[in-house]
Nanobody, 117 residues
Framework: VQLVESGGGLVQPGGSLRLSCAAS????????MSWHRQAPGKERELVAT????????NYATSVKGRYTISRDNAKKFVYLQMNSLKPEDTAVYYC???????????WGQGTQVTVSS
């Protein structure tokens, strides 16, 4: 199983980025997907989740209204559209796949997002 994130980078405050996570080696449609982030010196935190069919999403309070999670089960991708970025959004962003039944769970290697002027 592989989860490969991409799309991170340096962006100015107020800017936008779109993160992508490509999944392989798993029955993607059976996995709930989520994005997490970890800033230096802080614990990893949940940012957004999406159900197996994409029918339901949830967001951390700090990103609600600015971030949008989506998925394409045919292509085995999950995305995170990030708008109105703030310096406090700076972190390594990780993609996570969790099986809808059982305990199988996988992580990507992370992609750095830096919001700075």
């Amino acid at each position: 199983v592989q989860l490969v994130e991409s799309g991170g980078g340096l962006v100015q405050p107020g800017g936008s980025l779109r993160l992508s996570c490509a999944a392989s080696g798993l029955s993607f449609f059976r996995y709930g997907m989520s994005w997490h982030r970890q800033a230096p010196g802080k614990e990893r935190e949940l940012v957004a989740t999406i159900t197996t069919d994409g029918g339901s999403t949830n967001y951390a309070t700090s990103v609600k209204g600015r971030y949008t999670i989506s998925r394409d089960n045919a292509k085995k991708f999950v995305y995170l559209q990030m708008n109105s970025l703030k310096p406090e959004d700076t972190a390594v962003y990780y993609c996570n796949a969790k099986r809808d039944t059982g305990n199988m769970e996988y992580w990507g290697q992370g992609t750095q997002v830096t919001v700075s002027s």
